[in-house]
């Protein structure tokens, strides 16, 4: 009786015998989990779309760039530029530099878990709460919890796709979830680092169409900037990388010039 109870559909059929019960059960919760493995696949896209297109106040530190892992962890712990920054630009510029520097993760397991861990609470107790309540039927929050349950691992499986781009993947169980797209599959990722405004799912990459369709829609309406902000960053800092090159060769064309134009002329050139 319990069991049935904890089923959100079949439970309705009471002309259900056991036995069919029973052999349609795997098959409503192969259903379920589906559905919340899309969903947990649309909220990592949607949160990594946000923070992608979300540009910090300092610019300074926003176009500068580290490509190692090693560069960004000692440039976070010496650099008075990182330090002395808002907490949001740091978390920011901590996010963003992934697409300069994007494996290994800058941060450990249990950090990646705790950043995960500590958002994914409030809608925990709100579905929970919710729940409790009636306002939420079953389904939903089966759905919701096994979503909110997978996106635990998303930044795991996020960088296991990078990790297999390197060759560092052995696992064969690994590798067949990411052949099947059970987990986000390498290539699938790599779109997203060579355009930037597109395929930001990173626990499997289903809910990519869905996420890049409110992408689109949300830079048409002026919600996201037309051109994706690692882009814009990128066009700044070659900017300024350009214009500290040639800085000197105009200085000495100057200093050059001014030399000339100081020494006496005759006749005409005087005047």
């Given at each position: 009786m319990t069991v049935k109870m904890l089923s959100p559909f079949l439970h309705e059929r009471?002309?259900?015998?056991?036995?069919?019960?029973?052999?349609?059960?795997?098959?409503?919760?192969?259903?379920?989990?589906l559905a919340g493995m899309w969903v947990a696949d649309f909220?990592?896209?949607?949160?990594?779309?946000?923070?992608?297109y979300e540009v910090g106040t300092n610019d300074e530190l926003r176009t500068h760039v580290e490509t190692t892992i090693p560069d960004v962890k000692k440039f976070e712990a010496d650099s008075d530029l990182?330090?002395?920054?808002?907490s949001r630009d740091r978390y920011l510029w901590n996010f963003h530099v992934h697409h300069d520097a994007p494996y290994p993760a800058s941060d450990g397991n249990l950090e990646l878990l705790r950043q995960i861990l500590v958002p994914l609470a409030i809608p925990y107790i709100v579905v929970v709460v919710l729940s409790a309540c009636g306002l939420l039927p079953l389904w939903l929050v089966i759905i919701l919890i096994i979503g909110l349950t997978l996106g635990t691992i998303t930044q795991f499986t996020h960088f296991l796709a990078h990790a297999r781009h390197r060759g560092l993947v052995k696992s064969r169980i690994i590798m067949f979830m990411q052949d099947w797209h059970i987990i986000i599959h390498p290539d699938t990722h790599r779109s997203h680092h060579i355009h930037f405004d597109r395929d930001f799912c990173i626990l499997n990459g289903w809910a990519n169409p869905a996420v890049n369709r409110i992408r689109r829609f949300g830079s048409y309406v002026g919600i996201f900037p037309k051109v994706a902000p690692t882009v814009t960053t990128r066009l700044e800092?070659?900017?300024?990388?350009?214009?500290?090159r040639t800085?000197?060769?105009?200085?000495?064309?100057?200093?050059?010039?001014l030399s000339e134009n100081s020494i006496p002329r005759s006749g005409s050139d005087c005047v």
């Open positions: 009471g002309d259900l015998s056991d036995a069919a019960f029973y052999a349609l059960l795997p098959f409503e919760i192969l259903l379920l989990s909220v990592s896209g949607m949160v990594h779309l946000c923070l992608d990182f330090k002395n920054a808002k800092r070659a900017a300024k990388q350009e214009a500290t800085a000197p060769l105009e200085d000495d064309a100057t200093e050059e010039s």
